[in-house]
C-alpha cells in the first residue's frame, strides 16, 4: 500500500502548482508528481545556449498572470517573485524601418500612432476606454469556470453601457476587419493582428478580434512582464508557495495510470511502479494524454471517448534562442525599446503565413514572436549583450504537407529544424542588418525537442489544442465535458491548457479545476481522513 493523500496533482506546470496551492489553501494534504527533472512545465529557465545567459525554455512574457485573480490571489510577491518590464511593451516593424510601438502609457502609444497616421491615436483612446468600462468583466469571464455566472452578471452592464449589442458584434468581428474598421493606418492595425497571432485562430475568422483585442490592451494596461532572474523564479515562487503550506512536490516521477474503481479514482500509479492513493486527481495534462492512456478507454464516459476521436491540436512550433554579443541592430529602432517584437511585413502577409500552417505547409515567410530578455530584465546576461529568442508556428509534424520553399522534409529532424532556423534568422536580418554577426551561440528547438521537454507539448502545440471556437468555451476539450474541469470520473478533474479557458500562464485552468475538486467534496461527502503530517491515513 503506497502513500494516501487528499489530492494528486499530475504535472508542476503553472496550472498544476496553481490547482495545488488552492487546494493547500484549503486545508488538503497535496501531492504533485512532475515526469522532468525540474518543475515548471512550460515556465522553465536554463543556462544550456551560453553559460553566461538566462534562456526561457518555452515560455517568457506573462501579461495573463497579472490580469488572472488565480495567479495574483497568491501573492507570489511574498515568495520571491518580482517583475521586470521593458521600456516598451511591444514593437511591429514595418515599411521602410517604420515601427508600431505599444507602451504601458496609452498616451504614449496614442502618440506614436498618430504620428504615423493622423486620427488613429484618438481611434486607440477610443479603444482604451471601451477595454476600461469591459477589459476587467471580460478577463473575469474567459477564466472563471464555464457558465461564468458572476463574472458575466458583471460584464452585461458594462457591455451595455460601452455600446450593447454593437460592442459585441465588434469583438466577434475577425481581426482584418476589426483593424480596417477602428484604424486608417497599418501600425495599429499590425499591433492587433500580430498579438491575434498568439493563437491559431485564422485572421479572417470570428474569434479572432476578441482575441487580438484582449492581447493587445492587456499589454496597454499591465504590460508584458517577465520574472526577474528568468521564468524559473515564477515557478519557484509558486513552488516555495506550496511547499510553505505542507505540500509535497516529487520531480522525475512520471505517472503510468490513473487507476479507476468502480467509477471512482482511487490512486496514481508512477512509472517507477510507487503507488499513491487518493481519491481526487487534477491532471495538469494534455487531454490526448489522459484520456488516451493515463485513464483506461473503458473507465472514460462514452461520449467524452466518442468526442476525443475529433479533438484537434494547435500547430505545431519551432524556437531559437541565440546569445548576443550586443543588442539586436534593428532598422530605424525606437528609442525606448519593445521587449517583444512581432515580425511580419502586413497583415496580409501574416493572414497568408497563419493559413499555411492551418493547412499544412511550412511557410516560406514564418511570422515571428521575438523576445529582448535582456532588454526586459538587465540580469539575463552580460551588459551590453541580449539575450534574444523567437518562435514560429509550423504544421504538426503528422500534418505537414509541403514546404513552399522545397528544403523542409516535414520531419522536423536536425536538418529541418536548422533550414527552418535559417529561414528564421533571415527575417530578423532583414529587419536587422548585422544581426547574424553578433550570434555567438544559437539553440533550435522543434517539435520533438519541445514535446521531449514537456509531455505536453504534444508536437510542440503549445495551447493544448486548437484555440478556435469550435473548441472553446462550452465545447472545450469536447463538449462532453460543457467547458467544465469534472472529466465524469468521480475524483478526476482536467487542470491544463486543454481545458477550459485553454493556453497561457493565468493559472485559471488549475483553479478552476481546484474548485470544482473543493465543490464536489462539499456536495457529494468524498472521504479525507488526514494525519498530522498531511498526509491521510
Known amino acids: 500500500m503506497g502513500r494516501t493523500y487528499d489530492a494528486i496533482v499530475i504535472g508542476a506546470g503553472p496550472n498544476g502548482l496553481v490547482a495545488a496551492n488552492v487546494l493547500a489553501d484549503a486545508g488538503w494534504s497535496v501531492l504533485v508528481l512532475e515526469a522532468q527533472p525540474t518543475a515548471g512545465g512550460a515556465v522553465r529557465s536554463d543556462r544550456d545556449v551560453h553559460p553566461d545567459f538566462v534562456h526561457d525554455t518555452f515560455s517568457a512574457f506573462y501579461p495573463l498572470a497579472l490580469a488572472s485573480q488565480a495567479v495574483t490571489s497568491l501573492r507570489l510577491e511574498d515568495h520571491g517573485l518580482a517583475w521586470e518590464h521593458a521600456p516598451a511593451v511591444l514593437g511591429h516593424p514595418f515599411g521602410e524601418g517604420q515601427w508600431a510601438v505599444l507602451h504601458r502609457d496609452r498616451e504614449m502609444t496614442a502618440a506614436g500612432l498618430d504620428t ?236 497568408q503565413t497563419m493559413a499555411q500552417v492551418s493547412s499544412g505547409v511550412v511557410p516560406e515567410h514564418p511570422f515571428l514572436l521575438a523576445g529582448q530578455m535582456t532588454t526586459s530584465d538587465p540580469s539575463r546576461s552580460p551588459a551590453g549583450t541580449e539575450s534574444f529568442w523567437a518562435y514560429a508556428h509550423v504544421p504538426q509534424p503528422a500534418a505537414t504537407r509541403r514546404d513552399v520553399g522545397e528544403e523542409i522534409s516535414g520531419r522536423w529532424d536536425h536538418d529541418d529544424r536548422e533550414r527552418f532556423a535559417d529561414r528564421m534568422q533571415a527575417r530578423i536580418e532583414a529587419r536587422a542588418p548585422g544581426f547574424g554577426d553578433r550570434v555567438m551561440a544559437r539553440r533550435v528547438l522543434g517539435p520533438h525537442e519541445l514535446e521531449a521537454r514537456n509531455a505536453n507539448l504534444v508536437g510542440g502545440a503549445l495551447n493544448g489544442g486548437t484555440s478556435q471556437l469550435h473548441q472553446e468555451l462550452v465545447f472545450r476539450p469536447v463538449p462532453a465535458m460543457r467547458g467544465r474541469a469534472w472529466t465524469g470520473v468521480r475524483g478526476l478533474f482536467l487542470g491544463s491548457a486543454s481545458a477550459h479557458p485553454g493556453g497561457g500562464v493565468h493559472g485559471a485552468a488549475g483553479a478552476n479545476a481546484a474548485r470544482s475538486a473543493l465543490w464536489h467534496h462539499r456536495s457529494r461527502a468524498l472521504p479525507r481522513r488526514r494525519t498530522k503530517q498531511g498526509a491521510r491515513a
Open 116 to 351: 504615423l497616421r493622423g486620427g488613429d491615436g484618438d481611434a486607440w483612446l477610443d479603444l482604451c476606454r471601451t477595454w476600461d468600462r469591459i477589459g476587467p468583466g471580460l478577463v473575469d469571464a474567459l477564466t472563471t469556470p464555464f457558465p461564468p455566472l458572476r463574472a458575466g452578471a458583471r460584464l452585461l452592464p458594462a457591455l451595455a453601457r460601452s455600446g450593447g449589442l454593437d460592442i459585441v458584434r465588434r469583438l466577434a468581428t475577425p481581426v482584418t476587419s476589426l483593424g480596417r474598421d477602428l484604424f486608417a493606418g497599418p501600425a495599429a492595425r499590425l499591433l492587433l493582428a500580430g498579438n491575434a497571432g498568439h493563437s491559431d485562430i485564422p485572421l479572417d475568422s470570428p474569434g479572432s478580434g476578441v482575441f487580438g483585442v484582449l492581447m493587445t490592451m492587456l499589454g496597454q494596461t499591465v504590460g508584458f512582464p517577465v520574472p526577474r532572474g528568468g521564468a524559473q523564479s515564477l515557478t519557484d515562487a509558486l513552488v516555495a508557495r506550496f511547499t510553505g503550506l505542507g505540500g509535497r512536490l516529487e520531480t522525475g516521477a512520471e505517472v503510468e495510470r490513473v487507476v479507476v474503481r468502480g467509477g471512482r479514482v482511487t490512486g496514481v500509479l508512477t512509472r517507477h511502479g510507487d503507488w499513491y492513493d487518493a481519491t481526487t486527481v487534477i491532471a495538469d495534462v494534455a487531454a490526448l494524454r489522459l484520456f488516451g492512456g493515463l485513464v483506461r478507454t473503458e473507465d472514460l464516459p462514452p461520449r467524452l471517448v466518442r468526442g476525443m476521436r475529433s479533438f484537434e491540436l494547435d500547430p505545431g512550433t519551432v524556437k531559437v534562442d541565440w546569445a548576443l554579443s550586443g543588442p539586436v541592430p534593428w532598422a530605424g529602432s525606437p528609442t525606448q525599446l519593445p521587449g517583444t517584437v512581432h515580425v511580419a511585413d502586413s497583415v496580409e502577409e501574416l493572414g
